[in-house]
């Protein structure tokens, strides 16, 4: 199994999500909760059947947000881990920051991914062998420290205040949704860092940290280590994702104060 052939059929999914997507039509969907207060969609079920259907092969696992967890995957080198749509709150209210989400995990390593947001056209996909493939209009940004820096936030986050803390930095603050979305950004250097010290499940980080470590970026978790892939649990404390730049300098942004 090649790297090539990985984003071939990474490039397959994307391409049937969008098909299945076809009769909804964003901000016209109607939403169910589920547990949390998280809205699911008809798109969801229908995106997540296409792709459940058409990545796993035998042999991989496989962890997608709107089926039933399968404890068969702890065992396996390769693992799918897919959000048929990150941002549904989004893509209920018709607002253009959701994505469709694919991460292929080998070996516990975040190797390939891709997202796509079929609201502005805007398509990422790449892999640690073959670097990011970056297709939209969005400007590039190459900020050397956080002084001038685009950070994308969380909009839920910033309308809950939890970025008031950060208002005085030297750096622009944009918020947006569907942190997979936000995370391809900084892989497309087309932001230079996101950050959310919330809990995410695998799935809405895998891709969006495939691709960030494909670029030459840096991730961890909120206190600096490294995350751990195919966990049993799949909620991890919050991501960091940032440009090779500025990794340094974020770092001791957001580290604890001493006591």
């Not at 469709?100 to 995990?105: M, R």
């Not at 932001?191 to 809405?204: I, N, Q, R, S, Y």
Request: charged share 20%; aromatic share 6%; proline share 8%.
């Amino acid at each position: 199994m090649t790297r090539q052939h990985d984003l071939e059929r990474i490039d397959q999914a994307l391409h049937a999500a969008l098909v299945a997507l076809e009769p909804f039509t964003p901000g016209a969907v109607d939403a169910t909760m589920k547990s949390g207060d998280d809205p699911v969609t008809a798109a969801d079920i229908a995106v997540n059947e296409v792709l459940l259907d058409l990545l796993p092969q035998p042999g991989e696992g496989w962890l997608f947000e709107e089926t039933a967890d399968n404890s068969d995957r702890l065992g396996r080198d390769r693992v799918w881990i897919v959000d048929p749509i990150d941002g549904t709150r989004e893509f209920v209210h018709g607002i253009p920051e959701w994505s469709v989400s694919v991460g292929l995990i080998e070996h516990g390593r975040p190797v390939a991914g891709g997202v796509c947001n079929p609201a502005t056209g805007e398509r990422i996909i790449g892999s640690d062998e073959t670097g990011v493939e970056y297709t939209g209009h969005r400007p590039a940004t190459a900020a050397t420290s956080l002084k001038g820096a685009t950070i994308l936030a969380s909009r839920s986050e910033v309308r809950r205040g939890e970025w008031d803390r950060f208002t005085d930095e030297p750096f622009t603050i944009v918020p947006a949704g569907s942190v997979a979305y936000k995370l391809a950004l900084v892989a497309a250097g087309r932001a230079d860092a996101t950050w959310t010290l919330t809990p995410k499940h695998e799935w809405d980080i895998a891709a969006g940290t495939a691709l960030v470590l494909a670029a030459g970026g840096r991730i961890s978790l909120p206190n600096g280590t490294p995350p751990t892939w195919n966990n049993p649990d799949p909620l991890l404390p919050g991501l960091v994702a940032t440009s090779a730049a500025i990794a340094a300098e974020v770092g001791r942004l957001l580290r604890p104060p001493k006591r």
